[in-house]
């Protein structure tokens, strides 16, 4: 059963950082992918970087510079380091896992940006 958790969200001001953790388990092949998506309510689920099993890193637009993707030795948790925050990266940040042509979801940490 594989099962994904994330967390490390919370309330920070403007400026200021967070560090979200991911960890999947119940993956007995090597996960495809791993990433993070955010998502405000009546809006669309958006990526916000993923890393492929070979270590290819992707960002969007809109937090490179500010937001760094890594993983640990095992592949199985992903860590998206968060800097200089705003307050449009408000939303609810999703872990996703690519696993055997299915994807997978954590339950969602919020991550709310407000001075």
């Known amino acids: 059963q594989v099962q994904v958790v994330e967390s490390g969200g919370g309330l920070v001001q403007p400026g200021g950082s967070l560090r979200l953790s991911c960890t999947a388990s119940?993956?007995?092949?090597?996960?495809?992918?791993m990433g993070w998506f955010r998502q405000v309510p009546g809006k669309q689920r958006d990526l916000v970087a993923t890393v492929t099993w070979s270590g290819i890193i992707n960002y969007a637009d809109s937090v490179k510079g500010r937001y760094t993707i890594s993983r640990d030795n095992a592949k199985t948790t992903v860590y998206l380091q968060m800097n200089n925050l705003k307050p449009e990266d408000t939303a609810i940040y999703y872990c996703?896992?690519?696993?055997?042509?299915?994807?997978?979801w954590g339950q969602g940490t919020q991550v709310t940006v407000s001075s």
């Open positions: 119940g993956t007995d092949f090597s996960i495809s992918a």
């Open positions: 996703n896992v690519k696993y055997l042509a299915t994807d997978y």
